[in-house]
């Protein structure tokens, strides 16, 4: 049964290796045009994406939350 693995390839070594692997059809390269992300994760993140466009203090800056628990 074929599994799907999603890689981080981190050496050119293993970039070759795979790139061989797929000339013999070992292993294929699937694109997807969302990274692979779900539908419905996409949809709330367009959601939250269109809240914060539409109000300035529905998001606070990183520095204001790091503010916030800064440790004395």
């Known amino acids: 049964m074929p599994e799907v693995y ?6 050119e ?4 290796l795979i790139e ?5 059809d070992a292993v294929e390269n ?3 045009e969302n990274g692979g ?8 993140l367009e959601k939250e994406l269109q ?3 539409e109000s300035e203090n529905y998001a606070v800056s990183w520095d204001s939350v790091k503010s ?3 440790q004395p």
């Open 51 to 53: 809240s914060i466009s």
């Open 30 to 32: 699937i694109v997807t």
């Open 68 to 70: 916030k628990f800064k």
């Open 6 to 11: 999603h890689l981080k390839v981190k050496k």
């Open 13 to 16: 070594y293993a970039a070759a």
């Open 37 to 44: 992300i779900p539908q419905w994760q996409q949809a709330a």
């Open 20 to 24: 061989d692997l797929i000339k013999i």
